[in-house]
Structure formats: C-alpha cells, structure tokens
T-cell receptor, first 113, second 115 residues
Framework: QKEVEQNSGPLSVPEGAIASLNCTYSDRGSQSFFWYRQYSGKSPELIMFIYSNGDKEDGRFTAQLNKASQYVSLLIRDSQPSDSATYLC?????????????FGAGTRLFVKA | GAVVSQHPSWVICKSGTSVKIECRSLDFQATTMFWYRQFPKQSLMLMATSNEGSKATYEQGVEKDKFLINHASLTLSTLTVTSAHPEDSSFYICSARKGQQETQYFGPGTRLLVL
C-alpha cells in the first residue's frame, strides 16, 4: 500500500464548477498535510496546509481533513482553465518518521472553458 | 516570504562531465533542504535530505558518490551530478524547509540534458 494515494486522473470539470481532489494516507499518526499545484514543466507551488480536522478555506480553495478516515481533500470553487495542473498531496508522518514529507503521485486536473 | 532559487535553470552537457546545481533560500534560513528528481509525466522522487553542516541522507537506490550534496550554509545547498550520463537527464528540483516548520518551499527546478 502506498503511503499517500491519489487518483491520477485526469479529472475534467467545466469552467465554473467545483473540482474535488482526494487523498488518503496510511500513517495514522500523520500530523501535517499539504496541497501543492504543479503546472506542466514547472516545480510545485504550495497552495495550502492543514493540521487540524475540519475545513480550512483560502479564497477559492478549501482543504478538508478527516484524521479518523485518514483522508484529506482539496476543493476548488469556480474552477478556471488556469487551474488546470497536477495537484500533489503531501503528508508529514508522525514524529517517528523523522519529519520526512511523503508526496502522492498527483492528480491531473483539466478545467474546460 | 519564502523564496527559493535554483541555478542554473537549464544545463546541457556532454556525457562524462560533472554538473553542479545550486539551491538558495533567499529570504529565510533553511536548516533542511531536499533534492528531488522528476522524469516526464512521473511523480517527484526524493533523492536526498540535506541538513546544514552535516552529511546528506540519501534515499534507497540513490548513489551518494554520483550525486554529491553539500549544505555549507543555512541558505545554500549544492547538488553535483558527477560523470553525468544520458540516463541522468531529468528535472532536478530542490526544496527548503523554514526553521522547524514542516512546509517545504520549492525552487523553480533545473533541467539537465546529458548528450
């Protein structure tokens, strides 16, 4: 079982719709969760981080964390064609893991104009 | 802010030569920096973790004698690809962690093409 799993996609949504990206992780003691966006040919850029159960909103982005289900998601409201990219979920395991952040393989998102 | 730079952004070299890539944290001190490699349409692969003033920790399967890492200061880490071969052609990306925070900030990456 992979430590951080994401559906590779592609996930295709029409412009203006809500895009929902999902991620599961295996280490129940994980403490920190991150979403990065990576455009083709570019390096990842941080979108959001979340530490506590529940929702965290930043503009059009909402991160949702459910530690009991070992699940973290990213919602993108009013999706724009410029949101088309690969979204990487990253998890920092429990302190026993030595703070090494584990990245998922990413979900490709296409927003159709 | 948390800005990380890499230099050079592009390298084309002949097989057998060595290539040095620099990673700098511009507006913060980075106790830990990471080096990743990414092949086309594949996910990030962590190569090594670099802590200032100590030896780098390499991931399984990464040759430490081929990929030399030096983290000489809190703002600079270098990756040297020694005796590069065409199979080393890839996108090399560094990231830096700010202090004890767990968030990683990525540099823009360096594309290496070995002919």
């Amino acid at each position: 079982q992979k430590e951080v799993e994401q559906n590779s996609g592609p996930l295709s949504v029409p412009e203006g719709a809500i895009a929902s990206l999902n991620c599961t992780y295996s280490d129940r003691g994980s403490q920190s969760f991150f979403w990065y966006r990576q455009y083709s040919g570019k390096s990842p850029e941080l979108i959001m981080f979340i530490y506590s159960n529940g929702d965290k909103e930043d503009g059009r982005f909402t991160a949702q964390l459910n530690k009991a289900s070992q699940y973290v998601s990213l919602l993108i409201r009013d999706s724009q064609p410029s949101d088309s990219a690969t979204y990487l979920c990253a998890v920092t395991p429990s302190r026993a893991g030595g703070f090494k952040t584990i990245f998922g393989a990413g979900t490709r998102l296409f927003v159709k104009a | 802010g948390a800005v990380v730079s890499q230099h050079p952004s592009w390298v084309i070299c002949k097989s057998g030569t060595s290539v040095k890539i620099e990673c700098r944290s511009l507006d913060f001190q980075a106790t830990t920096m990471f080096w990743y490699r990414q092949f086309p349409k594949q996910s990030l692969m962590l190569m090594a973790t670099s802590n200032e003033g100590s030896k780098a920790t390499y991931e399984q399967g990464v040759e430490k004698d081929k990929f030399l890492i030096n983290h000489a200061s809190l703002t600079l880490s270098t990756l040297t690809v020694t005796s590069a071969h065409p199979e080393d052609s890839s996108f090399y990306i560094c990231s830096a962690r700010k202090g004890q925070q767990e968030t990683q900030y990525f540099g823009p990456g360096t594309r290496l093409l070995v002919l």
